[in-house]
C-alpha cells in the first residue's frame, strides 16, 4: 500500500523559511519522478518544483532562486526547501510521485504554508 505523506507546512513571515518533506512508504522512490504542487482556494494545481529519478531539477518561474527541491533516496523522502517566502507563496502543497515509464501517479494529502505577518 503506497503513501506519501507531507509534512513540515505551517506560519511563517515574509522573507521565513519553511522545509516541506514528503514521506513515501510502500514504493521505491528511485524509481519516481517527484514534484511539489500548490493549490490556492478556488484555484488549479500548480506544478512548483520537480525532481526526476535521475535527480534533474525543474521549477516554477514565480519560486525560481528561493526555493530547492532535493531527494534522499535511501529515506525515501524528498525535500523542498522554502526561502525568501512570500505571502503570495500561501498555499496548500502537495507531493506527487510518478512511476518512470509506467506512469502510475500518487499523491500526498498536503501540508497548509501561510505565509503572513
Known amino acids: 500500500q503506497v503513501q506519501l505523506v507531507e509534512s513540515g507546512g505551517g506560519l511563517v513571515k515574509p522573507g521565513g523559511s519553511l522545509r516541506l518533506s514528503c514521506a513515501a512508504s510502500g514504493l521505491t522512490y528511485d524509481l519516481y519522478h517527484v514534484g511539489w504542487y500548490r493549490q490556492r482556494p478556488g484555484k488549479q494545481r500548480d506544478l512548483v518544483a520537480l525532481i526526476t529519478n535521475r535527480n534533474n531539477a525543474n521549477y516554477a518561474d514565480s519560486v525560481k532562486g528561493r526555493f530547492t527541491i532535493s531527494r534522499d533516496n535511501g529515506k525515501n523522502t524528498v525535500y523542498l526547501q522554502m526561502n525568501s517566502l512570500k505571502p503570495e507563496d500561501t498555499s496548500i502543497y502537495y507531493c506527487?510521485?510518478?512511476?518512470?515509464?509506467?506512469?502510475?501517479?500518487?499523491w500526498g494529502q498536503g501540508t497548509k504554508v501561510t505565509v503572513s505577518s
Open positions: 506527487k510521485a510518478q512511476r518512470i515509464m509506467i506512469g502510475e501517479v500518487y
